[in-house]
């Protein structure tokens, strides 16, 4: 199956260069492009795109409301990877809040790029433990007071070392190992912790255990 990728960006040269990339693949197919984040909900009901590479800083809508209005109002939304040219860019961290699936740099290579689409399709998150950290600790606002302990408290303690874990970009088969069980027993903890969380999915996880100082960055 052809995985089929939105490219949203006002840089006509960067949709050019990415669309030359992913057409060259056999499983990969730019079925759109867009310049601005506001003409993005009208592409998605018209393409029904599997992937959008979002950027994130754009002249009328940026990537992070765009990203957060598809999240909401899509029954069955895209994939999204936010593309981006600082790591440490507070837009990044705001998107990775909304629900974007993980985060590009615009000088990533093309295998790099290629490998992310595959993975983001397959329902895999793009997890940089550093970067997440690095985010967290720059533009992370702890929520403290009440709110953290209502949910810190539904957790099981198997539940926060997983938790803790996927936040080091430990995979399902990493984890089992770490605390010998079975990945099937992983992959119900990591559901139950995202059920609890109501994120969803890993990255977003993370990002709201480093915002409630469940993990502390440093």
Sequence with gaps: MTIKV??????????AGLAAIIDAEDDLSVV?????????????????PDVILMDVRMPRLDGIQATRHILETVPEPPRIIVVTTFEN?????????????GFLLKRTRPE???QAIRMVAHGDSLLFPAAIRELAAQHGQPAGGAAAPSWHGRLTE???????????????AEIA???FVSPQTVKTHV???LAKLQARDRTQAVIFAYE???ITPG
Excluded at 89 to 101: I, T
């Design 6 to 15: 939105l490219l949203v960006d006002d840089e006509r040269l960067i949709r």
């Design 32 to 48: 759109g492009e867009a310049a601005d984040g506001s003409e993005v909900p009208g592409e998605v009901n018209r393409l029904r």
């Design 89 to 101: 860019d507070e837009y990044v961290y705001d998107a990775l809040k909304a629900g974007a699936n």
């Design 112 to 114: 790099e790029i290629l």
């Design 158 to 172: 198997r539940e926060g070392d997983v938790l803790r874990l996927m936040a080091k970009g430990r995979s399902n």
């Design 177 to 179: 190992q770490e605390l």
């Design 191 to 193: 559901g139950n912790i």
């Design 212 to 214: 409630t100082s469940f």
